[in-house]
């Protein structure tokens, strides 16, 4: 069955960095979009970064461009974000998931959470001094 799950997250200082893997199984890796989504307490979860592995292609949100770059080893099955200059307000539960769209990429999937169907239980990220 689809199985995606999280690690890496951890409590780490402002300015700091860490990096996120989401290794997968179950499908096939290259075919189907993988979202990276975050969740603050009180607030709705929202899309952070997406990858395809057919094109190697990626989008971020504005809110983590130029700090979080996503990338993806198609061999391991394993999706990464990397999280440079960390703010306060980047804590949160991160999530990442995929979806039943067959060869869709992330260009036209987008970081809408409707379109994931798939998802993993989430690794805490933590910013504070």
């Known amino acids: 069955q689809v199985q995606l799950v999280e690690s890496g997250g951890g409590l780490v200082q402002p300015g700091g960095s860490l990096r996120l893997a989401c290794q997968t199984s179950?499908?096939?890796?290259?075919?189907?979009?993988i979202g990276w989504f975050r969740q603050a307490p009180g607030k709705e979860r929202e899309g952070v970064s997406c990858?395809?592995?057919?094109?190697?292609?990626?989008i971020n949100s504005d809110s983590v461009k130029e700090r979080f770059t996503v990338s993806g080893d198609n061999a391991r099955k394993t999706v990464y974000l990397q999280m440079n200059n960390l703010k306060p307000e980047d804590t949160a539960v991160y999530y990442c998931?995929?979806?039943?769209?067959?060869?869709?990429?992330?260009?036209?999937?987008?970081?809408?959470?409707?379109?994931?169907?798939?998802w993993g239980q989430g690794t805490q990220v933590t910013v504070s001094s």
């Open positions: 179950g499908f096939s890796f290259e075919d189907y979009a």
């Open positions: 998931a995929t979806t039943t769209y067959y060869g869709l990429g992330c260009g036209i999937i987008g970081l809408n959470t409707a379109r994931f169907a798939y």
């Open positions: 990858f395809t592995g057919r094109d190697v292609s990626a």
